[in-house]
């Protein structure tokens, strides 16, 4: 055999080689990212009436006056008065359940779940409970009857490598594996009422669709025109909201860019409704020259919130689009540094929190709970406060946020009641007239159930 032909067989034997051994790792690492979304039941998590019962197990690592003092208080908020000395669940609070290292709460069929790297499933204030962990590497998303696990490949884009949907019973369905050669590519979006709000695009950049997805799979797949660029890039430059029956998609764009930068779907079909360019959206962005960044805020029944700024630039305006045609309708003088977040809506107001001067190094901003109005845009701010983390839940015509370690109920004539915690609170959920609470500890935590 010459010299010549040799190379060639042992070049095509190792081109075979190196081919199985990237099917293989591809094989590998696609099974380790299904594995990281299998969720594993674990023993039923204390739950009760006995609120400082509940938090005494939770948080093993505190002392006891900690936990009074955290009973008492949220007590004095949700009541307008203390509770009794040494009678725990008295006033208003009605249940507490032991979640471990939570760091959310949403809505899960009739009740609610604290998620993270435990997610526990909690019918009503008393219980019953149930839990399963994943894998410190899983993400969960969405609420109504489905939940989503989610392997994320890249936190900035969103690309994710698996899929997995989690009933209310905390049962998880078959992995979608989304690592596989061949598959589009996925990015998360949003996740909302049982359904998953996905981007798709070829790792070559072709054919960018926008996808909803249920638990049985997708419901439908339309094109998106978003000019050119990587897969990455084109992710991280789109947001997307999936709202009652449109699902309302946004993007960063050159104004002279003729692509749609803000676009309007049916949710059942993925049929257009209207579209905005970046020319039609510049003269209410703020001035300048550089790119325009357009965000999805909140979808309400009428009208279709957007922020809109300028690169790498603040302030962030609110304005408002006729969810029916696409007019613009107002542009509000709230303004925040990043993409303000929804809260849930009073009446004609929708509650917005809103970060301003924003420290990235320390994690810290001046964070804004304000009231908008729906009709003309005119922004009330209720709080204002530093701290690291903010959330917010309209319960009726009451508002419940929390900043750090500082919880305020807010009524319907304006009144304030606010305390501060020994133990910082992570999230608040809104369920059948009463405000779930996640405290947390170093080691542990817990979520409290109130009735403002």
């Known amino acids: 055999m010459s010299a010549d032909r040799r190379t060639l067989v042992i070049a095509a034997a190792a081109m075979v080689v190196l081919v199985g051994v990237g099917v293989v790792s591809s094989a590998i690492f696609t099974r380790s990212a299904c594995r990281a979304l299998e969720p594993e039941p674990v023993a039923a998590p204390v739950a009760g009436a006995d609120v400082e019962a509940v938090l005494g197990g939770a948080f093993d690592d505190v002392d006891g006056d900690v936990i009074g003092q955290v009973t008492e208080r949220l007590g004095t908020l949700v009541g307008g008065r203390p509770l009794s000395p040494g009678v725990a669940g008295d006033g208003q609070l009605t249940g507490a359940v032991d979640v471990g290292p939570a760091g959310a709460v949403t809505g899960l069929g009739e009740g609610v779940a604290a998620t993270g790297p435990r997610i526990t499933a909690v019918a009503g204030p008393e219980g019953p409970a149930t839990a399963v962990e994943l894998s410190d590497e899983a993400t969960i998303v969405g609420d109504g009857e489905h939940l989503y696990a989610l392997a994320v490949a890249n936190e900035l884009t969103g690309q ?8 209310s019973q905390l049962s998880g369905g078959e992995c979608f594996d989304t690592a596989q050669v061949g598959v589009p590519l996925p990015f998360h979006l ?54 009652g029956d449109t699902v309302v998609t946004a993007r960063r764009a050159l ?78 003088d709230l303004d925040a540094a990043q993409l303000p977040r929804s809260a849930g809506t009073i009446d004609d107001e929708v509650v917005l929190v809103a970060a301003r001067d924003v420290i990235e190094d320390d994690a810290q901003a001046t964070y804004e709970v304000a009231r908008i109005d729906t ?58 007239g009463q405000v779930a609470l996640l405290l947390r500890s170093s080691e542990g935590g817990a979520l409290v159930w109130a009735r403002p």
Request: glycine residues 12%; aromatic residues 4%.
């Open 255 to 332: 104004v002279d860019d003729r692509a749609p930068a803000l676009q309007v779907r049916d949710r059942a079909d993925g049929s257009a409704r209207w579209e905005r360019t970046a020319a039609e959206l510049d003269g209410l962005a703020p001035a300048g020259d550089q790119p325009l960044q357009v965000g999805v805020v909140e979808v309400t029944d009428d009208l279709v919130l957007v922020g809109l700024s300028r690169e790498e630039q603040a302030p962030v305006l609110l304005v408002a689009f006729d969810l029916s045609d696409g007019r613009s309708v107002w542009t509000s």
């Open 160 to 167: 994710l490598d698996g899929i997995v949907t989690i009933d």
């Open 190 to 243: 949003d996740a909302g009422g049982g359904q998953l709000l996905l981007f798709r695009i070829d790792d070559d950049g072709d054919n960018p669709e926008v996808e909803v997805r249920d638990a049985d799979g997708p419901v439908w797949s339309e094109p998106v025109e978003l000019g050119g660029g990587p897969p990455g890039v084109l992710a991280e430059r789109l947001t997307g909201r999936l709202g």
């Open 375 to 432: 009709g003309d845009g005119s922004a009330r701010t209720l709080y204002s406060a530093a701290g690291r983390r903010a959330s917010a839940a309209v319960i009726d015509s009451r508002i419940v946020f929390a900043v750090d370690d500082e919880v305020t109920r807010v009524d319907p004539d304006g009144t304030q009641h606010a305390v501060e915690l020994p133990l910082p609170v992570v999230d608040v959920h809104a369920v059948d």
